[in-house]
């Protein structure tokens, strides 16, 4: 995630010649990538564990805004 941060901040500033910016915008879509599917397991077992403490599932998040 820092990762990510540091390579946003960097586009962000503008500074970057174009052939750069591409790899870093690639190497920021590759650890975009990498931390959602992080994220999903994180869920499931978060689901998974709840089964069986026999707990009720987490609700989707909705935001106030939609």
């Not at 540091?6 to 915008?25: D, K, T």
């Not at 069986?52 to 909705?62: D, R, T, V, Y």
């Given at each position: 995630m820092?990762?990510?941060?540091?390579?946003v901040a960097r586009l962000e500033q503008g500074e970057l010649p174009l052939?750069?910016?591409?790899?870093?915008?690639?190497r920021?879509?590759?650890l975009t990538r990498t931390?959602?599917?992080a994220l999903?397991?994180?869920e499931q077992k978060v689901e998974i564990?709840?089964?069986k403490a026999g707990e009720s599932?987490?609700?989707?998040f909705i935001p106030e805004d939609s």
């Amino acid at each position: 995630m820092r990762d990510l941060e540091e390579i946003v901040a960097r586009l962000e500033q503008g500074e970057l010649p174009l052939e750069e910016s591409l790899a870093a915008f690639e190497r920021g879509v590759m650890l975009t990538r990498t931390c959602q599917v992080a994220l999903k397991e994180a869920e499931q077992k978060v689901e998974i564990l709840l089964k069986k403490a026999g707990e009720s599932l987490p609700e989707p998040f909705i935001p106030e805004d939609s």
